[in-house]
Structure formats: C-alpha cells, structure tokens
C-alpha cells in the first residue's frame, strides 16, 4: 500500500534496544544540527494530528530546530510503524504511537514491526472515544442510541477511524456490554469519519474526543458520552457511557512519542526533558485540555511499563469484542 503524506513545518533502550546506534554527537550542545520527525500514523485533522503539531511548535522552539510533522497514513497506521521501527536510531526521526500500536499485533496476521524497536520517551497524554452522532439526529442519548440498536439490530450504521482502531474496539465493546449490534463502517482516520458523519452519511461515529471537539463546540455534533470511567476534565458536560447506564464499561485511548530502539540516551533523555517541560507548560496543557486530553507526561521508563501492560490488556479487549481487520 502506498503511504498517504503530507509534511508541515511546524533513543534510551526503553521497550527494545537490538538496533546499532548510528553516529551521534553525543551529549554535546551541537546536537539537533538538523529538523527533526515527527511521524503522524494517521491523516491530518485528527487528534494524533492536533497533538503531534502542539508537541512540534514548543519542541522547536526548546531545541532551537525545526520539528517537521509529517503524516504517513495507511495500513491501520502499519506503514508508518514499520518505517520508524526502521529509521536510522540518531533521534531525528520520532513517531507519534497510540493505541494501535500495541492492538495491531493481535489483529494482523503480518506486521512490518516488534514493539521492542521502539524506544519510549514520554507518554504524553490519554483521551476518551466519544459517541456522536448528527445534531439533527433524532438520537439524543446514549440511551436512544442503544435502544434504536437493541429494536433493530445493525440497522444503525457506526464510523469509526479504521478497523481495529481505538473508537472500533470502543464501539464493539458498547456492543456486548449492551447487547445490541451496529454495522462498523471503518475510515482511514478520524478526520475524513468526522467529515461523513457531519454530511449524514452514517448514523453514529466513535472516535477520539479531540477530533471531534470543533465540531462538537460549535453544535454541529452532538455528544453522547465519553468512554473513560470519569468525565472528561475540557469538556465535563459529556456524560460517561457508565452513567448512561452500561455497568463496567471503561476504556481510554493512549497517545505517545518514541523513537527507534538504539537512539542514545543522551537523545531520549533530552527530547524526555523537553517534551514533558512543554506537556506542562501551562499555555500548552491549558490547550490540549481544551482540546479534551488528559495530560500525563510520564518518564520514559514510565512509558516502557505502560506499554508492556497495555499490550495484553488491548489484545484481550480486540479478542472478546470480535474486531477484525479488513
């Protein structure tokens, strides 16, 4: 499959260090000495997207070098892991990870890379799948949403970013805490399912919060509910999928940079320190709130441990709700 781009100006061993490091300036002040970047797995518009470009401006400016973003969408986000998983380790090519990054492997039968090629250095933030649907739709509540489904089973047809992508496993897993069933119909990114969505071509839509937050400020959507346990801290009026009634139910996306495994220490260590300076600055955090993340921040090592948790625990989830790749 050929890679969807588009670049806009704008490791640490961590989960796997097999990679020989390539020539680097060590600790010195010189280095960056050239752009660095940041690859977005996903088209441009959706929340990957609004944080890699937020990261990409205070990370430039910290590092006194530009920090391109260049997204490279395709291949349920393969495409862009597999190149980064194989860029040169000297900490000029980062990418920005999310969930799929540990579902992909239990979903796909081939992947072109190990999650031990990638080297963590700050999970950044976590964000909630959001149920929405048109703002003239006759559903109103999460409520209306399941019974219509429950009275006619895959009548109701539900966008998501991409098969296996966060908002599908979110929609499959409402499907079986609730007893009811959509038809999936699966986009190559949150953006372009948002588009549709707001045109009426599908029903209902699960995607991250942050890529429908415009439209959803400005009425054109309407919201649901948030699938994290507790209500979103930029945007508390959206109740939680709990409080519409489906007992359990909890699940929360994950976004984060990481580079190739084998970048130097020195690299990870000072792309860390800038990236979690920036996440906290509070014109930055303020923003990002806004925008419906949760800001984390954590360590590399933090990270790491994350990620080697996540991986069982979103297998589990892709194997029970029955997502399946196309």
Known sequence: MTPTRRTLLLGSAGVGASLAVAPFASASASWPIRPIRIVVPVPPGGSLDILARTLAKDLGARLGQQVLVDNVAGGGSNIAFGQVAK???????????WDSLVINP??????????????????????????LVGAKSPLTSLRGLLDAAAASPGKLTMANAGSGSPGHLAATLLETSAGVKFTHVPYKGGAPAVTDLLAGHVDALAVTLPAAIGPIRAGRLSALAVSSPRRSTGVPEIPTVIEAGVAGYELNSWQGLLAPAG??????????????EALRDRAVSEHLVHQGFEIVASTPEAFDRELKALGPRWAKLARESGARVE
Not at 87 to 97: R, V
Not at 263 to 276: C, F, K, M, V, Y
């Open 87 to 97: 860029a040169a380790p000297d900490g000029y090519t980062l990418l920005l990870g």
């Open 106 to 131: 239990g979903l796909y039968p081939s992947i072109p890379y190990r999650l031990e090629q990638f080297a963590p250095i700050t999970l950044a933030i976590t964000a909630p799948q959001v149920f």
């Open 263 to 276: 970048t130097p220490q020195a690299a990870i260590d000072l792309l860390s320190r800038h990236s979690i």
